[in-house]
Nanobody, 122 residues
Framework: QVHLVESGGGLVQAGDSLRLSCAVSGRTFELLAMAWFRQAPGKEREFVSGIYWASGNTTYGDSVKGRFTMSRDNAKNTVNLQMNSLKLDDTAVYYC???????????????WGQGTQVTVSS
């Protein structure tokens, strides 16, 4: 079992930055890939970014490329999402998840956090 807890969400203005964190506990030796997804009201869960624990290689969704940066801290068992130049469309609940591969589909991931709300206002 793996336990994920997101933090760092909040209310910001368009153009601002925000940093999300996901603390990982439990069977962390099984971790291969981590990802951030987001879900806005009435919309499907959207892939934001993914990272492999071993290599640190990252992948980003088209809507966040160039603005968001995902990183991992192996010593602290955390993954972070630095979000810059936030837009109104970035408003959503952000979830971290873990699986064996980085893939843009939610069903590839086995464990999920409870989510953290990010609201971007004009």
């Amino acid at each position: 079992q793996v336990h994920l807890v997101e933090s760092g969400g909040g209310l910001v203005q368009a153009g601002d930055s925000l940093r999300l964190s996901c603390a990982v506990s439990g069977r962390t030796f099984e971790l291969l890939a981590m990802a951030w997804f987001r879900q806005a009201p009435g919309k499907e869960r959207e892939f934001v970014s993914g990272i492999y624990w071993a290599s640190g290689n990252t992948t980003y969704g088209d809507s966040v490329k160039g603005r968001f940066t995902m990183s991992r801290d192996n010593a602290k068992n955390t993954v972070n999402l630095q979000m810059n130049s936030l837009k109104l469309d970035d408003t959503a609940v952000y979830y971290c998840a873990t699986g064996v591969v980085v893939a843009p589909r939610a069903h590839y991931y086995h464990f999920w956090g409870q989510g953290t709300q990010v609201t971007v206002s004009s």
